[in-house]
């Protein structure tokens, strides 16, 4: 048995992944960029029954400034990143805590213990066991590692056997920047390794991949590359569905391998990244294989960046300065397969596409998924109408030229995808076909609006000029009439409420056009992501239910603030549904306030809502809602309903 590894540390400084763990037989093997943290017998170690329920164990002590009942919050949100994902079996869950807060004095007590039926999550809350591990002042600098003992032979051999994790309280940082540490973390623990798509790819430094050798990411959401490498370990029955795959060979002009090189596609259209390195089976020859969702894609080869090295590797060729990814013929310059004039690649659900790729940029592409040459296309947007009234339809409608194009146009508000235009067919006849976008859901302002063609096997993908759309305000005089309270309908919300729009908290958000909704001061939380069978927990958008909601970052006294401006002048009926989930006897008052002047227009206080309990308003133009915990712990929201 072997140990897997990795370990995180704070902006600025690398995020390494070493060998931490010791065991019998075998020995911890470099890591392997994009894709799998570790081989055995060149197939990628993963846990056993697709990881269908790996549960962690947590110490019981505080983590730094924050309780233990804290610290166990963001482990839950942190975990939750990874337990959405639906083309993965892999969940993460929490089961019965370690038997005591772990200390200098005991924690050899449950680490590097791998037969003791225990994942041990431990809180080092002072950073003294960080400092143990790895030397005195490792603490100022590792927020925290974690990794799974293997099996190298026998009938196990290739799967994970336990993991751990202990991460460090000493350092001071967000309650959100430690939830993607963790997260970071736990793809360790269950076999991802570090990924290298950044500025290089066009990414903004929030939206770098979560398993970037590097703290940068403050979106809490996994990255498509994230999603695609846990999936390809982890792939549910329905991963065929959603993904096709386009692998190959990377190499010289003359036909030898290139080990170690970064191998990305970028989805044309929608300019999302996927990657691996190249040789990650370490077979020697060059081999690479990408999931890609269905689209159009261009190939595209790097080297490693340098200081990707030791624990913070990309690769299994990365280890020191000495290792195959930074000897000739790296560094490389960067290129696309096609050269200049970079080929689109067409992937659909379920295809294999096979690429022989080589430095100078020539190479082609077979197997099942594969077209011609694609013919360069041109689109152009129009507006039924700029400036137009808040809540009025807008009708905008993008014109491609090209080869007798096919396929739809996804219609983009300031990079966001407006609702219902997110595959609008092409129609018409001819070189020349149009497709359209109508809504109402723009809200005041000025909205830059971009059509993207998508391409198909005889025409290239391409996207128009940015269109600015100017959206004005119906004013109106900020108002709040309390209507009451339901206790009946709990979470069965359908037919009830929500008829102009909704939010589900944590799930989805449909808000009509009239209305813009800001929350400031929350965070976000699921208590149960599929209790189906309580009807307390608010039904889904599409299918099942949640429990879930926005909180105030507190206890008594604490409280958070939902901005809503009703944009039309009419005057809307409002419900916001708070449940006390787990019971803790929580209490909250609402105060609606008119946003301008901060005058409270309406005040409810409401108890004893572990049932369930709806808080209904008539309101009207710019106001803030704001939740102020007044018993038990924080304040909580669930869900947010409009109506005529």
């Known amino acids: 048995m072997s140990a897997g590894k990795g370990i995180h540390a704070a902006r600025s400084v690398l995020l390494r992944c070493v060998a931490v763990l010791s065991l019998v037989a075998g020995f911890a093997l470099p890591a392997l960029g994009g894709g799998p943290l570790t081989l055995v017998n060149q197939q990628p170690v993963v846990y056993a029954n697709g990881g269908t329920s790996l549960t962690l164990n947590l110490d019981q002590g505080p983590l730094g400034p924050r309780t233990n009942a804290q610290a166990t919050a963001i482990v839950q949100n942190a975990i939750g990143m990874w337990n959405g994902i639906s083309t993965s079996t892999m969940r993460l869950n929490i089961g019965s805590p370690l038997s005591t807060d772990y200390t200098t004095a005991n924690y050899t007590n449950v680490y590097q213990r791998f037969s003791d039926g225990l994942n041990?999550?431990?809180?080092?809350?002072?950073?003294?066991?960080?400092?143990?591990?790895?030397?005195?002042?490792?603490?100022?600098?590792?927020?925290?590692?974690?990794?799974?003992?293997?099996?190298?032979?026998?009938?196990?051999?290739?799967?994970?056997?336990?993991?751990?994790?202990?991460?460090?309280?000493?350092?001071?940082?967000?309650?959100?920047?430690?939830?993607?540490?963790?997260?970071?973390?736990?793809?360790?623990?269950?076999?991802?390794?570090?990924?290298?798509?950044?500025?290089?790819?066009?990414?903004?430094?929030?939206?770098?991949?979560?398993?970037?050798?590097?703290?940068?990411?403050?979106?809490?959401?996994?990255?498509?590359?994230?999603i695609a490498a846990v999936s390809a370990l982890y792939p549910t029955a329905n991963f065929g569905s959603t993904y096709g795959q386009l692998n190959g060979t990377f190499t010289t002009a003359g036909g030898t391998a290139i080990r170690g090189a970064n191998i990305w596609a970028r989805e044309i259209s929608t300019g999302k990244v996927y990657s691996i390195v190249s040789d990650f089976l370490t077979q020697g020859n060059g081999y690479f294989?990408?999931?890609?969702?269905?689209?159009?894609?261009?190939?595209?080869?790097?080297?490693?960046?340098?200081?990707?090295?030791?624990?913070?590797?990309?690769?299994?060729?990365?280890?020191?300065s000495s290792s195959a990814s930074f000897l000739s013929p790296h560094p490389i310059t960067p290129v696309a397969l096609g050269g200049a004039t970079a080929q689109a690649i067409a992937i659909s659900a379920g295809c294999l596409a096979t690429a022989t790729f080589r430095l100078d940029g020539t190479g082609s592409v077979s197997g099942n998924c594969t077209g011609s040459t694609p013919t360069p296309t041109t689109t152009s947007l129009a507006s039924s109408g700029t400036p137009a009234d808040a809540g009025a339809v807008v009708t905008f409608t993008a014109t491609v030229a090209g080869a007798a194009p096919i396929g739809t146009v996804n219609f983009k508000d300031g990079g966001v995808t407006i609702t219902g235009c997110g595959t609008a067919a092409l129609s018409g006849s001819g070189n020349s076909k149009t497709a359209t976008c109508a809504t109402s859901s723009l809200a005041v302002g000025v909205h830059s609006i971009v059509a993207s063609y998508s391409g198909d096997v005889g025409n290239e993908a391409s996207s128009s000029a940015p269109l600015s759309q100017v959206i004005t305000s119906i004013s109106a005089p900020a108002a709040a009439t309390f209507v009451g309270?339901?206790?009946?309908?709990?979470?069965?919300?359908?037919?009830?409420?929500?008829?102009?729009?909704?939010?589900?908290?944590?799930?989805?958000?449909?808000?009509?056009?009239?209305?813009?909704?800001?929350?400031?001061?929350?965070?976000?939380?699921?208590?149960?992501?599929?209790?189906?069978?309580?009807?307390?927990?608010?039904?889904?958008?599409?299918?099942?239910?949640?429990?879930?909601?926005?909180?105030?970052?507190?206890?008594?006294?604490?409280?958070?603030?939902?901005?809503?401006?009703?944009?039309?002048?009419?005057?809307?009926?409002?419900?916001?549904?708070?449940?006390?989930?787990?019971?803790?006897?929580?209490?909250?008052?609402?105060?609606?306030?008119?946003?301008?002047t901060q005058q409270v227009l309406s005040t409810q206080n409401v108890q004893s809502f572990s049932g369930g309990t709806y808080l209904v308003w008539n309101l009207q133009g710019h106001v803030s809602v704001r939740l102020t915990s007044t018993g038990g712990t924080n304040a909580v929201l669930s869900g947010i309903f409009f109506g005529s």
Not at 178 to 200: C, I, K, P, R
Not at 313 to 320: D, F, I, R
Not at 489 to 498: D, E, H, M, P, S
């Open 289 to 320: 294989r990408l999931y890609l969702p269905a689209g159009t894609y261009t190939l595209n080869a790097e080297s490693i960046a340098t200081n990707f090295t030791g624990g913070s590797s990309v690769g299994p060729y990365a280890q020191s």
């Open 120 to 226: 041990p999550v431990i809180f080092d809350t002072d950073g003294s066991i960080t400092d143990s591990i790895f030397g005195v002042g490792a603490k100022s600098n590792v927020l925290g590692f974690a990794g799974s003992a293997y099996f190298t032979s026998g009938p196990s051999a290739g799967k994970y056997a336990e993991g751990q994790a202990v991460i460090n309280g000493f350092i001071s940082i967000s309650d959100a920047t430690l939830t993607e540490v963790l997260a970071h973390e736990f793809g360790h623990f269950f076999g991802l390794d570090h990924s290298q798509l950044d500025n290089t790819q066009g990414l903004a430094t929030s939206n770098y991949v979560l398993m970037y050798p590097i703290a940068y990411r403050t979106l809490l959401t996994p990255h498509e590359d994230d």
């Open 485 to 596: 309270t339901d206790v009946a309908t709990k979470g069965n919300w359908r037919g009830v409420y929500g008829a102009d729009g909704y939010a589900i908290l944590n799930d989805s958000t449909s808000y009509p056009a009239y209305a813009q909704v800001t929350p400031g001061g929350q965070f976000a939380y699921v208590w149960d992501a599929q209790p189906n069978s309580d009807p307390r927990a608010l039904q889904r958008a599409t299918t099942g239910r949640i429990a879930a909601c926005w909180y105030s970052p507190g206890l008594i006294g604490s409280s958070f603030s939902v901005d809503v401006n009703l944009t039309d002048g009419a005057a809307h009926r409002v419900a916001l549904y708070l449940l006390d989930w787990d019971n803790n006897g929580r209490a909250v008052r609402i105060d609606v306030l008119d946003a301008a």
